[in-house]
Structure formats: C-alpha cells, structure tokens
C-alpha cells in the first residue's frame, strides 16, 4: 500500500530537549515536505526536498532542519523546541519531480503529528 | 502575493442537503486550484484539482467545484451531504513561482442528522 508514515504520532516534550520527527515513504518519490498545521492559519510549509541531499527552506523555516540521506526517509529536526513550534505537523511527498508543479502531481500526506512543547 | 480566503470558518449543513464552500484567490494570472480534506485523526487527501480547461471540476466522493475568473472563485459542491463529510476542508493555490501550495485556513464542516 503506497503510504506516508510519521513516527510519532503525539510527542510531549520540553523546551530545549532535541527532538525529531521521521518520515518515511514507500513510493519511490522524489518531492517530499514537511508543514505545520496551526488553528485559523492552515498549513504552512517548513521545508521541502527535491531529491536526496537537495533541501530548501518554505514559508516558516525558523527552528527547525532536515536532512534527506535516503530518497524514502526526509526527518525534521528541532534541535531546541519551544512551545511557539506546538503545532500538528504533516509530511507529505509527491510525484513531483520539476521545480514547478504541474497538472500530473498528487502529493501525498502523512497522519500527522501532534507534538507539544511544555 | 498570493493569498486564499475561506470565509467562512465552520459551516453546518443536515444530512441530504447540499453544501457549497466558499474559496476566493488573489493571484493575477490562472491559478492553479486544489481543494483538500481532512478528516478526523487523518492526512490530507486530496479532493480535486483545477489547471486549465473545464471550470466544473469533478472530484471524489461526489465533490465538485467551479472556477470562476469573474469572481476570483473556486467554489466545493456536493448536491447531498452525507454524515462521512463531517471534516476540515481546505483550498489552496500555487504560489506565482509555481513551487508551492498556499492553503486557506480551513473550513469545518459539520452534519447534523
């Protein structure tokens, strides 16, 4: 089954402890990302990957890094969460492979993850 | 920049009656338009799109949506609501670089029996 998997899928943390958040995709993507979900603002993108160790920043980059090693896996890191990064964070990779996207592309999400910074 | 405006923020609609949800854009040339849902405890999984061609888009389960230039909106339709839909929904837009989605904040949308 072509899925993305998030582990975990509720964390409640501490301020300053470093944390991270997988991501894995069994459908040989190129394209992956992750976003933050925030009551009455949507989803805004963190970061995203075109490709294995090719990273770019999205709309709400601060606090937070990735690393892409392998095509399946694209981790977010928060080196030292604040209670400002609570939020509900997706990963989702996509058939995307060009810099625009286009009419062909479907992304797929993750479940989510919950995570709360005391 | 672009920018997509849900206006409303919580509908609720009676099983077997239709439901439209609101999307406008702000985005100069064609946009490029996806409506998405996300139910309970889920990912998001996407609805149906717009590109080009055919204003009445249809989707899945029993979704559809129009574009309107004139109006600058992107309207979801179902003709009969089912207690399944109970969910957020969200509409979004690709940026002017082409690179990435900008979502609306959301629309919950309850079914009352």
Request: net charge positive; proline share 5%; glycine share 8%.
């Amino acid at each position: 089954e072509a899925q993305v998997t998030q582990n975990p899928r509720y964390l409640i943390t501490v301020t300053g402890k470093k944390l991270t958040v997988t991501c894995s995709q069994n459908m040989n993507h190129e394209y992956m990302s992750w976003y933050r979900q925030d009551p009455g603002l949507g989803l805004r993108q963190i970061y995203y990957s075109m490709n294995v160790e090719v990273t770019d920043k999205g709309d709400v980059p601060e606090g937070y890094k990735v690393s892409r090693k392998e095509k399946r896996n694209f981790p977010l890191i928060l080196e030292s969460p604040s209670p400002n990064q609570t939020s509900l964070y997706f990963c989702a990779s996509s058939t995307r492979t060009g810099v625009r996207i286009s009419s062909t592309d479907t992304q797929y999400f993750g479940p989510g993850t919950r995570l709360t910074v005391l | 920049a672009q920018s997509v405006t849900q206006p409303d923020i919580h509908i609720t609609v009676s099983e077997g009656a239709s439901l439209e949800l609101r999307c406008n854009y702000s985005y100069g040339a064609t946009p490029y338009l996806f409506w998405y849902v996300q139910s309970p405890g889920q990912g998001l999984q996407l609805l149906l799109k717009y590109f080009s061609g055919d204003t009445l888009v249809q989707g899945i389960k029993g979704f559809e949506a129009e574009f309107k230039r004139s109006q600058s909106s992107f309207n979801l339709r179902k003709p009969s609501v089912h207690w399944s839909d109970a969910a957020e929904y969200f509409c979004a837009v690709v940026n002017q670089a082409g690179t990435a989605l900008i979502f609306g904040k959301g629309t919950t949308l309850s079914v009352s029996s």
